[in-house]
């Protein structure tokens, strides 16, 4: 197979997905809206002074990033799952782990994406240092996509299973773990004024391990989840 | 005599157990170009089942199908690249408008826009073009899905219920383009409670829910 069908594939699925979305608003601001209103909620709860929040910024900022993206996993294949879009997917000549890649794709652009947007304001917001801004908004980068696709798998895992949310949560959550850690760290290094590029470059390596592994594992899931049901 | 074509689609020894319900009990069923297979049984026979299990959407317990003599596991793409599956659920995004839905499903093969919008107009839905699915009827949503039985030049066609909600115009239709596939070397096999008589071609009927799932 040459190479354009295989992109167009993933470009297909991927515009689909797209379109799709940008006409259900809510859907795809939830998670937004949830990152923004847990980061806002720290400087209430804790209190406005500059030193404590700065330290704890990277944390709060990443593990916030991190349960908005988690949120949002659930409707990757659930409304493909219940119009028997999946079904058709499965059956169809298209590589359905390329489907998977586009789909993963779109639903990265419009929860990871616009929420690397928004952190620079949340990070000041936080007493975050300026010059740490580079960094968050890189590490998130790295990190959400990886994290979307690593959910790719736990919401191709639970396709079906009548809320699937929490189990959802339970199976990626481990996998999710190393992202936290190395995105923070990344993020808190740089507000000390310290090099992240140790812990980005262990960002960037787990994104592209995800990006080989997680769309086969994912597919192979809904191979099995599509014939679990009928 | 002519010598007999090979089956395009041979089930053998079919057993699905559904919990402590066996199911489907050993099930042999073929199907030769140019024929077309009429799946009957009461509610919860199996019909939908033995389709999904058919093109491998349920797991076997026992048995294997198998596509042009060959096992469907081991030549799963090139059995996908002949077969049209139409299931009890349409695979219509009620987001997307018949266009765009018919495009994300059967990608490349949808890019002759204007064949699409022919075969659309063709089922009445050509005031509907750019409506979202969600706000059609859940006949007019069936006949979007139908629309592929024109625009998927597929040699295998397993339908489940597909006249589920259509009108008098819509079974034509359907029943028209069964007997079109069949008479051009092709194989259908579908599950429906209506009676639907087919002329000109070779319609053979399998009742489940019969302890021997004979055919007649």
């Known amino acids: 197979m040459s190479a354009p069908p295989l992109i167009g594939t993933v470009r297909r699925a991927c515009l689909r997905d797209l379109r799709l979305r940008v006409r259900a608003l809510g859907q795809w601001l939830n998670p937004l809206v949830f990152f923004v209103i847990v980061v806002t909620l720290f400087p209430l709860g804790i209190g406005p002074g500059p030193n404590t929040l700065a330290l704890i910024a990277p944390g709060v900022l990443w593990i916030s990033a991190l349960l908005a993206v988690l949120l949002s996993f659930d409707a990757l294949f ?35 994406l616009p929420l690397i947007l928004l952190s ?29 696709l690593i959910g790719a798998i736990g919401a191709a895992l639970t396709v079906g299973v009548n809320h699937g949310g929490v189990l959802l949560s339970l199976l990626v959550l481990p996998l999710t773990v190393p992202v936290l850690i190395f995105g923070a760290s990344a993020t808190a ?17 787990i994104l592209a391990a995800a990006l080989a592994l997680a769309p086969l594992t994912a597919a192979a899931a809904l191979r099995v989840t599509a014939a679990a049901d009928g | 005599m002519i010598e007999p074509s090979p089956p395009l689609l041979e089930g053998r020894g079919l057993t699905v157990w559904r919990g402590e319900n066996l199911l489907l009990d050993g099930l042999d069923l073929s199907v030769r170009a140019g024929e077309v297979l009429q799946l009957a049984g009461p509610n919860g026979s199996g019909k939908s089942t033995l389709l999904r299990a058919l093109v491998g959407l349920a797991e076997l317990d026992e048995g294997e ?46 890019d002759d826009t204007v064949r699409m919008t022919a075969a659309l107009k063709e089922l009445g839905l050509g005031t509907r073009l750019d409506v979202p699915c969600r706000s059609l009827s859940a006949g007019q949503q069936r006949r979007v899905a ?20 259509l009108d008098a115009a819509g079974l034509d239709w359907v029943r028209t383009r069964i007997v079109e596939r069949a008479q051009a070397g092709g194989a259908v096999v579908y599950t429906t409670h209506q009676s639907f008589a087919l002329d000109g071609v070779t319609a053979r009927v399998l009742t489940l829910g019969d302890p021997a799932g004979v055919v007649t």
């Not at chain 2, 059995?79 to 599956?85: C, D, K, P, R, S």
């Not at chain 2, 597929?154 to 909600?165: C, F, I, Q, S, V």
């Open chain 1, 78 to 112: 659930a409304a493909d799952h219940r119009d028997g879009t999946l079904e058709q997917l499965v059956l169809g000549t298209a590589p359905l782990s390329l489907v998977v890649l586009g789909k993963v794709l779109a639903h990265w652009l419009l929860s990871g």
């Open chain 1, 120 to 148: 620079p304001l949340l990070a000041v917001l936080m007493q975050l240092p300026l010059e740490a801004l580079p960094t968050l908004a890189g590490s998130l980068a790295l990190g959400t996509l990886a994290l979307a």
């Open chain 1, 189 to 205: 290094a740089a507000a000390d004024g310290y090099a992240s590029g140790g812990q980005m470059s262990l960002l960037a390596a």
């Open chain 2, 65 to 110: 199908v198998y596509w042009q003599g060959r096992a469907t596991r081991r030549v799963r793409e090139s059995f996908h690249g002949e077969l049209l599956y139409l299931g009890h659920k349409p695979g219509i995004s009620g987001g997307l408008d018949p266009r765009e839905n018919l495009r994300a499903l059967l990608g490349p093969e949808a």
């Open chain 2, 146 to 165: 139908l629309t592929r039985l024109r625009l998927q030049p597929r040699r295998l066609w397993l339908l489940d219920e597909p006249l589920t909600a």
